[in-house]
């Protein structure tokens, strides 16, 4: 559906090919639908894209004064997990007939099932994402990710980041080691280095099961933005005792996906990070330089610990740069001297992520010509 969209856009001329560009980009990345990612951009309001949505999937756009002003009857008649299943909101009730907003009204095996389960006619509706998410938080009481929060101030827009740092903690925060992304060597020879000693065999043996050939051919594979993060994680997961990804959205990092000593970490998506506070992230970003070494304590640090269950002897981040600018962070914490050892093959490793997140965007590309 995006696709198509995306064609409409350009012929009404309310985005360029450029901007579709990048909005695809911007898509594979941080995921959401291409309009969100046009309206973030600022390339796009939400009164063009409801219009051009109902004109897409021939289906009347409700009203957002409507959407956010639904009566608690009407939502009593939908639970809370179908709305959360179906990304839907109740608008109205007009005899056996039942009014919902969608994103996707054109699912209608979705709308098949709704009928079924409520005994009412559906009569589905589109809106965009942004507006049906913050009314999906309304009525159903559902936690808004942070980036539909600073879009529209109507939507209740505010900073991600209040807290303001001081002096001291800005010196705290100067990283031990920072080192130049452009002139790191790339090889991925001597894939095994550790040598010989007591357990190295089984190091050896696992490391083979994860090599760098596997995860290239699940990157290559990979069908999208999850499934690439997966590859990444995985991999790290493998040599280290913790591995994470994180995303730059603006002027926060955000936690993507991570493991500990081989365990999923299921909360480590709620972590923010400001780029405004001293951390290990703010340097990586602003200089797109690798950091490797001890974390200084500073609260935004402490938080990231804490996301990764435990203050780590040595973390190593490795930004992954698209067109000069950092969209993801590649996160490893263990013993120093181990991921000083694995450097080279780390930054390897995130060179081939970006490369598949690249893959996507091209592939969402020729799907729309």
């Known amino acids: 559906m995006s696709l198509k969209l995306g064609e409409m856009l350009i012929k009404a001329g309310l985005v360029t090919s450029a901007a579709l560009d990048d909005a695809l980009k911007s898509q594979v990345i941080f995921g959401g639908r291409l309009g969100t990612n046009l309206i973030e951009m600022g390339c796009l309001d939400e ?198 990804l994180c995303v730059v959205a603006g002027d926060m990092v955000k936690g993507w996906e991570a493991y500990a000593r081989g365990e999923r970490l299921e909360g480590f998506g709620a972590l923010r990070i400001g780029l405004d506070e001293p951390s290990a992230f703010q340097t990586v970003v602003r200089d797109r330089g690798i950091f490797l070494g001890a974390v200084p304590e500073t609260p935004a640090n402490r938080r990231l610990f804490d996301a990764l269950g435990g203050a780590p002897r040595g973390v190593l981040l490795v930004p992954m740069v698209m067109k000069r600018r950092v969209v993801t962070v590649l996160c490893a914490a263990d013993d120093p001297e181990r991921l000083g050892e694995r450097l080279d093959q780390f930054q390897s490793i995130a060179r081939k992520g970006i490369m598949a997140f690249e893959i996507l965007i091209l592939k969402n590309k020729i799907l729309m010509t």
């Open 47 to 244: 009164e063009e894209l409801a219009q051009m949505l109902s004109r897409q999937l021939r289906v009347p756009y409700v009203d957002p004064q409507e959407l956010m002003e639904v009566s608690p009857e009407v939502i009593a008649l939908v639970p809370a997990e179908m709305a959360e299943k179906y990304r839907l909101v109740p608008l109205r009730l007009e005899g056996r007939r039942l009014s919902i907003a969608m994103a996707d009204p054109s699912d209608l095996p979705a709308v098949d099932e709704i009928a079924f389960r409520t005994g009412y006619v559906i009569g589905p509706m589109v809106t965009p994402e942004i507006r049906l998410i913050a009314a999906l938080e309304k009525y159903y009481g559902f936690k808004r990710e942070i980036r539909y929060l600073p879009v529209s101030k109507e939507l209740g827009g505010r900073r991600v980041c209040s807290y303001r740092v001081t002096p001291a903690e800005v010196a705290a925060a100067a990283p031990r080691e920072v080192v130049d992304f452009s002139a790191l060597p790339g090889s991925e020879a001597d894939f095994f280095p550790w040598g010989e000693g007591e357990g190295e065999a089984a190091r050896a043996e696992a490391l083979e099961q994860c090599s760098v050939d596997a995860v290239s051919l699940e990157l290559a594979e990979a069908r999208d933005r999850d499934a690439v993060a997966a590859a990444l994680v995985g991999w790290g997961a493998s040599l280290f005792e913790r591995t994470a």
